[in-house]
C-alpha cells in the first residue's frame, strides 16, 4: 500500500513552453501533497504545500505565477512549470501525506 | 527552526564494511525521525523510523537509535552490500507531517 506516482517520470522541453506533471496517489486518499525540488547532489527543497479544494502554500523564493500547483481530488494534485527555463531544469518530486509522507519516484525536467 | 545535520560524503566502503553516517538534529519538542534512502534515478523511500526517544528502527539490516540525550540518530549497518550504494537522508518531522532534510550523503560500495 501507499504508493505514489508521478507522470512522466521525465521530459524535455523547449524554453517558453508550459510543463504539467502529475501526483498520484493510487491507494489511498492524501489529505496533503507536497512538491519537492532537487538539485544534483543536493537535498530536496520544499517548494510548497497543497491541500485538496484549497491554493496551495509556497515557501520563501518560489514563484506561485511560475510553479502552478492544483490539487483537485484527494488523489491527484499537479504541478505546472509555466514559461519554462534552461535554470528550472531539475528532479521535481512529490509525496502525498496521511499519517506520513510517501514519495512518487520524481519527473526528471530538462528545458533545452 | 527545525534543522538536521548529517555527514558530508561520498562515504566509499569495501562489500562486507560496517557503515556509520552520523545524523544530529535540532528540533523543539519531540519530533519524529526518519532515514530515506534514494537509489540512482528514483524518488526517495523510507528506510526506517522513529517516533519517541529510545525508539530503534530497523530495515533491511540497516539500524539507528532516537538518542534525545544526544539529539542523534546515526544509521548503521553492520555489512554493506554494493547494492546498497545509494543516497541517505537524514529526516525530522515536528508537526503536520513537514518533513525537513539534512544533506544527504552518499554512499558508495566497492565490491
Known amino acids: 500500500g501507499a504508493v505514489v506516482s508521478q507522470h512522466p517520470s521525465r521530459v524535455i522541453c523547449k524554453s517558453g513552453t508550459s510543463v504539467k506533471i502529475e501526483c498520484r496517489s493510487l491507494d489511498f486518499q492524501a489529505t496533503t501533497m507536497f512538491w519537492y525540488r532537487q538539485f544534483p547532489k543536493k537535498s530536496l527543497m520544499l517548494m510548497a504545500t497543497?491541500?485538496?479544494?484549497?491554493?496551495?502554500?509556497?515557501e520563501q523564493g518560489v514563484e506561485k505565477d511560475k510553479f502552478l500547483i492544483n490539487h483537485a481530488s484527494l488523489t491527484l494534485s499537479t504541478l505546472t512549470v509555466t514559461s519554462a527555463h534552461p535554470e528550472d531544469s531539475s528532479f521535481y518530486i512529490c509525496?502525498?501525506?496521511?499519517?506520513?509522507?510517501?514519495f512518487g519516484p520524481g519527473t526528471r525536467l530538462t528545458v533545452l | 527552526g527545525d534543522s538536521v545535520t548529517q555527514m558530508e560524503g561520498p562515504v566509499t566502503l569495501s562489500e562486507e564494511a560496517f557503515l556509520t553516517i552520523n545524523c544530529t538534529y535540532t528540533?523543539?519538542?519531540?519530533?519524529?525521525l526518519f532515514w530515506y534512502v534514494q537509489y540512482p534515478g528514483e524518488g526517495l523511500q523510507l528506510l526506517l523510523k522513529?517516533?519517541?526517544?529510545?525508539d530503534k528502527g530497523s530495515n533491511k539490516g540497516f539500524e539507528a537509535t532516537y538518542r534525545k540525550e544526544t539529539t542523534s540518530f546515526h544509521l548503521e549497518k553492520g555489512s554493506v552490500q554494493v547494492s546498497d550504494s545509494a543516497v541517505y537522508f537524514c529526516a525530522l518531522s515536528n508537526a503536520g507531517n513537514m518533513l525537513t532534510f539534512g544533506g544527504g550523503t552518499r554512499l558508495m560500495v566497492k565490491p
Open positions: 528540533a523543539t519538542g519531540y519530533p519524529s
Open positions: 522513529a517516533t519517541k526517544a529510545d
Open positions: 509525496s502525498a501525506s496521511v499519517h506520513e509522507q510517501f
Open positions: 497543497s491541500n485538496e479544494g484549497s491554493k496551495a502554500t509556497y
